[in-house]
């Protein structure tokens, strides 16, 4: 393969070739994940700047311990432990807890229909009214995530808004699938409880 062909080769491949010596396909990589590990950091952490470092760390990470990688693994799920970790001992070290900034558009898929609910109280309208309500709503569903014990904020966001899998989220949290199942499905009775306490309750 062509050095001048590295943007098109897997993460797989990348990975590989940075392990025997190849040492720009470290930087292919870096760039590809840049914007989607950055925006996964943003929001599990709601500050721009940890963000940075988390993901700086990262990727420090993967350089040293690239040789530890199990080529059996796809690489994506990897670097989401990798950064998850990292993050939450950033957390740790600075004694909080992750503050999450939710304004990123979702992931495209995931597993199951419990995205349903999130969908639905975060979708926007068309006429300026209907903006300004979808523009509360957001707000709320914002205020209930932030509101979630860790365990249940993180498979929210990776399942949710980064569109992980369930196997890659039970991966990079290792735990079972059917934990991750169970956990988005306490996340989302949460949610809905927050929203109908929030919005459906009749005024008094």
Avoid at 53 to 60: A, E, G, I, K, R
Avoid at 132 to 161: G, H, K, M, T, W
Wanted: charge should be negative; proline fraction near 2%.
């Amino acid at each position: 393969m062509l050095t001048d062909d590295l943007s098109r080769w897997s993460d797989e491949d990348l990975l590989t070739a940075f392990c025997r010596g190849q040492r720009e396909a470290f930087g292919v990589l870096v760039r590809r994940y840049e914007r989607e590990l950055y925006g996964y950091l943003r929001r599990y952490l709601g500050d721009d700047y940890l963000a940075d470092d988390v993901f700086q760390n990262t990727f420090l990470q993967v350089y040293q311990k690239a040789e530890q990688y199990d080529a059996s693994r796809r690489v994506r799920p990897w670097l989401y432990t990798i950064a998850t970790n990292q993050a939450v001992d950033a957390l740790r070290r600075q004694n909080r807890h992750a503050a999450i900034s939710l304004d990123q558009t979702a992931g495209e898929s995931s597993d199951g229909d419990w995205r349903s609910l999130l969908e639905l109280l975060e979708a926007s309208g068309g006429d300026p009214l209907e903006h300004l309500l979808s523009e509360e709503r957001r707000v709320l569903v914002r205020a209930a995530v932030d509101q979630l014990p860790d365990f249940l904020r993180q498979v929210v966001i990776l399942a949710y808004y980064q569109g992980l899998k369930y196997r890659d989220v039970a991966n990079i949290l290792g735990i079972p699938v059917g934990t991750v199942k169970s956990r988005l499905h306490s996340a989302l009775l949460r949610l809905h409880e927050c929203w109908s306490v929030s919005v459906l309750a009749p005024d008094r």
